[in-house]
């Protein structure tokens, strides 16, 4: 399945695939993607991995959230969410969200109606820097073997 | 409902985006544009939240005019015959040189052409300069002596070719993110990314090789780097024979300029400087990547050519992968022509020969288009007190800028979105703008208002404009004959980015068979390291750089008034290193007051290794509370007129 592979090499924490997640007409203001300061100048952006043993839909005791046919980690159903943060709770990269408003979880979808139309999730699409990529896990393993064996290759002390 | 296609009114990617209107067309939301090269879907925060300075409510609406007791509401014949009454009297009085014209390039061509053409034409005036002055003017002056022409020589793409990106004095991640995409390209197909500059930026984090040059010395570590190729045979003797002149001068110079002496003069250590040569003469395609590091020094245009320099001693201009990229800090109309021998006059006056002029009563009047000198220009407190020594001066702006509040007239602008028009991009490619929106109520767009000025001030004929195209068209013919003299102002702003490269065109890459000059050859300039007029001294022993900080943009007349980034950002602070920190008794947090020759300015303290020991930086954005010009002394650089921003002896004590 095509899942949002994160290069740290590129992200210069500006901060705009969590703006414009921000502004899907879905997301109701709330930003599904997360970018944090790890120290400075490095940054960590946060997206749901889409799990294949997903804990969230493990641990759900209203069977709100399921794994699509496609692989994608729905969001809970709205009729059947509890709002119990048991989901937010076990998530080891801490995606899920409670919407105070709705009193429903909410995470990433991967942009369902964006790719309906052809297009890219939207975090994809709008990093200026090319750090977020939606690609099929596969390519990503093979990519990471050639991309570390390419630097190994090439590392030669500069100073 | 409908989306409009246009481009981003920031930083000089100019990045395609569309805006969706609902059914009453007003603007809903901004989206990137999936097929406009230079960005293919990409967009930083900045152009995704550009609507909300847009539709600001501080936005202004109706002309203004000052009386004693403040501001008021005017109609527009109010203003405008206001304007042109004491226009007139003051070219009967004092002759029209007595009247400056001072814009923002980050306007359409179309606009700037009117204005020039206002000025020159009807005014009779030739004092007209651009903010361009403080920006790109050291890079325009520099390519035009030595390769003939100031256009930025290669198409972005290059840099997907390279082996090489030397970044120098620039940082894209902060002003130009999106060019980061096509660095991190160039890096995934093999490329090594080297970085030169005196703070260690989110840039030059990323980069294989970060030199921490002393701020000013960048002439001395490139000598010293071509001297070091020339030593151990690594130029291309060929090159330099069939293509360029002048290069036995510079060979004789820069033999001077040893390892131990660069070292010496850049804080540089020798074998980072004999590293990079390597480096730099083992790939065998390099992009040169600069902007405002390089240039903003007493020293700017040197600098720039000392970079020129090394890469015509290695062949590497113009061709696929070689090249420079220049960068302009915004998207950019035409400046350069037509210029005032096109009328008839002589060179006028640059911004800070017209704020001194002014200060000397000699220019009396000054209309300033969409910028804003105050917050901008060195030594504030002069400029305050010239501007409002004048007798008229006209604003045209969107909001009521720090300049906007010394107006006697402020007349209501439009932004890039509200009008039509072209704009150039970073490698000279122009972009056409569509009007998405309406401006505010009676705000005007900026090119209609230059017109009807004009016919108030008594043009009878050539400002009947149907469309923005028809003023294209006339400045096209005007472009032909200036591109084919290709010679070189006094004021070193000759031939800018050909407006001519249409959109639907990739732009050329420059220089593959022969360069601009007469002659087809490209010239070498000897240059020197020189030490600035002001040095460091036990009463000012630190160096003060000024910097754009990743949320701001400009003076932040705009992106101050967008919550993200005031959240973001939201006060002036001053870098400083640990142990120049702890010498001083300074702590995080701390509030500090920086003191030049020039004046005081006050901030919080940053502490960070990022920074040189013996530099501080402050970022150019704020005005009230640590407004940094005002400790930038006036010190020009002598051909490109540039402002020294970069290199300001100072100190810094606990307040």
Redesign the interface.
Known sequence: MKILRI?K??C?????CV??CK?LKSHRGLELIFVEEVS???WAPTVCMHCQQAPCVNVCPAEAIIKLPDGVVKRADESRCIACRNCYLICPFGVPKIDDQSKLMVKCDLCPERRAKG??PYCA??????AIRYEESVETSIERKI?TA?RLL?ARP?? | MATIQTHCPFCSIACGLSISLDLFGRPKQVEPNYNFTHNRGALCPRGLLSLEWMRHQERLKKPLIREKNGFREASWSEALQKIASVFRSLIENYGPTSIAFYASSRLSNETLYLFKKLGYEVIKTPHIDFNDRLGVASARAAYSLSLGSSEPPNPLTDLLATNLVLIIGADPCSCHPVLMRYVFDARERGAKIVTIDPRKTQTARMADLHIQIKPGTDVAFLNGALNQLIISGLIDRDFIVARTKGFDSVQEAVSKYTPARVAEITGVKEEQLRAFARLYAQSPTAMVIHSRGLEQHQKGVSAVLACINLALATGKVGKRGCGFLPLMGHVSGVTSYPNPSSYGLKEGFTVYEMIEAAYRREIRGMYILASNPVVSLPETGFVVDALQKLDLLVVQDVFLTETAKLAHVILPGSTLYESEGTINAVDGRRVKLKRAFNTPKDAKEDWKIICQLAKILGANQGFEYGSAEEVLDELSSHSKKTIMRRDIDEQGLAVVGDPLVSDKIEKKRLYGDSFAHHDGLAAFYMVEYAEPAELTSTEYPLLLITFKTPYHFLTSSETGRIDFFKQKCPKPYLEIHPATAEKLGISQGDRVVVRSKAGKVEAVAEVTDTIRDDCVAMPMHWFKEGWVNLVVPKHFDPISKIPNYKAIPVCVERK
């Not at chain 1, 210069?12 to 705009?16: F, L, P, R, S, V």
């Not at chain 1, 699409?125 to 090319?130: F, K, Q, S």
């Open positions: 290069d090499r590129r210069i924490g500006c901060m705009a703006l414009a502004q400075k100048g490095e297009l890219l699409a709008i990093c200026p820097t090319g991309e390419q090439r500069l100073t």
